[in-house]
């Protein structure tokens, strides 16, 4: 029973730090039906630069934190004004290459200029142990998970309380005549790009301190996508409960599953099965919207 506890709990605190990252995948695909193939690399970006400011830079982790989120959301800034503002409107194959391009470029070029420095990120808690009976529980990957939920909840909050996040919504809608209701298309556009570079930065730190590792676009295959088309592709809550799902499938296969045919990856194989079962009963998703077409 205590082995059983304990994948769980390691299943729901992996979900919550999926959650993060899938909500950035998200953002970018409500605002623009784009998928976002350069995501994995955002993180890392997010995490090195973050540990770059740190050990590099010698600032504090508060510091370090903006520095990164700065970096970051400026990088997506300037993608989405230079390059995604003049592929509105064509083919969305184009769109896609250009993300891939992007994940390319940040993949060289963070290491080229961060390849030197180390990519820890040095957590007050890090070698300690909570106990909740026999089972021992790491308080940094407690304090992250809490950190993704919160951030996820925020931008939930974003995209129906605020004017900015309705406005992204009602662009995703319609474009045109968001267009001519007089909301910048480009702007807003911009603005979630940014947002999604944010939570990449987020999800990277926490992703480094929760030990989870494996950025780059096996992070966006094996992690991301189970968890965005399981949830919908639309939904926020949905990437959440998603990735609650894959979080304790993954842990409930590792666990029982890898001692019985003595190899590991059954937790890849099992989300795989699981994208494969959503698509073939629920193309959507669990909660995503589901496409409705005049004939």
């Not at 769109?95 to 007050?124: C, D, E, H, Q, W």
């Amino acid at each position: 029973m205590d082995y059983f506890l304990a994948l769980t709990l390691s299943g729901l605190l992996s979900g919550a730090v999926y959650a993060l990252v899938g909500v950035a995948f998200i953002v970018v695909y409500r605002a623009s039906s784009v998928l976002n193939f350069s995501l994995g690399e955002w993180v890392s970006l997010g995490a090195r630069t973050t540990s770059a400011s740190l050990h590099g830079i010698g600032l504090p982790v508060a510091a370090a934190i903006v520095v990164g989120t700065a970096v970051t959301a400026g990088l997506a800034f300037c993608f989405a004004r230079t390059v995604i503002r003049p592929l509105i409107g064509r083919p969305l194959i184009a769109v896609v290459m250009a993300t891939l391009a992007l994940g390319v470029f940040l993949r060289g070029a963070s290491v080229l200029a961060l390849g030197g420095l180390p990519t820890n990120i040095p957590f007050p808690l890090v070698d300690q142990l909570w106990w909740w009976g026999d089972v021992a529980i790491p308080p940094s990957r407690v304090i992250a998970s809490s950190v993704s939920i919160v951030l996820v909840l925020a931008v939930i909050a974003f995209f129906r309380l605020s004017r900015a996040g309705i406005a992204i919504r009602s662009i995703a809608d319609d474009p045109q005549a968001a267009s001519a209701m007089g909301m910048s298309v480009t702007r807003y556009l911009a603005l979630a790009w940014m947002i999604s570079a944010a939570l990449c930065m987020a999800g990277g730190v926490l992703w480094s301190i929760d030990g989870l590792g494996g950025f780059g676009m096996g992070l966006v295959l094996a992690k991301v996508l189970p968890v965005v088309v399981i949830g919908g592709l639309t939904s926020f809550g949905g990437a959440f409960v998603g990735a609650i799902l894959v979080g304790l499938a993954e842990n409930w296969a590792s666990g029982y599953l890898d001692p019985l045919i003595g190899s590991t990856g059954s937790g890849s194989i099992i989300a795989a099965i699981m994208v494969i079962a959503t698509l073939w009963m629920r193309p959507a998703g669990l909660f995503g919207a589901r496409l409705v077409q005049r004939v």
